[in-house]
Nanobody, 123 residues
Framework: QLQLVESGGELVQAGDSLRLSCVAS????????MAWFRQAPGKEREFVAA????????YYADSVKGRFTISRDNAKNTAYLQMNSLKPEDTAVYYC????????????????WGQGTQVTVSS
């Protein structure tokens, strides 16, 4: 199995920036596609961003495109989500996910999930 632990979520002001981290342990981190999802209270979990194992391909939800950047450092077994120009609507629990399949916007395509980290953006 692969274990994922997110960190970095906190209370910030609109327009501020945050960098979330996802540290993997257990099976090899290499060749795992990684993704970030988020879930706001009362809403379904939604796709945020995904990255291939070699960082050669990245994909973003329209709502975060141009503001968020997904990256990874395989030597550190860590994936990141750099969030800039944060908005109140970005408030959610952010989850890290991993899987051997090509990157996807579908939750079912990922095999491993972290417990989530809370991001709160005040206006």
């Amino acid at each position: 199995q692969l274990q994922l632990v997110e960190s970095g979520g906190e209370l910030v002001q609109a327009g501020d920036s945050l960098r979330l981290s996802c540290v993997a342990s257990g099976r090899t981190f290499s060749r795992q596609s990684m993704a970030w999802f988020r879930q706001a209270p009362g809403k379904e979990r939604e796709f945020v961003a995904a990255i291939s194992w070699s960082s050669g391909y990245r994909y973003y939800a329209d709502s975060v495109k141009g503001r968020f950047t997904i990256s990874r450092d395989n030597a550190k077994n860590t994936a990141y989500l750099q969030m800039n120009s944060l908005k109140p609507e970005d408030t959610a629990v952010y989850y890290c996910a991993a899987g051997v399949r090509p990157i996807s916007v579908q939750e079912s395509q990922y095999d491993y999930w972290g417990q989530g980290t809370q991001v709160t953006v005040s206006s």
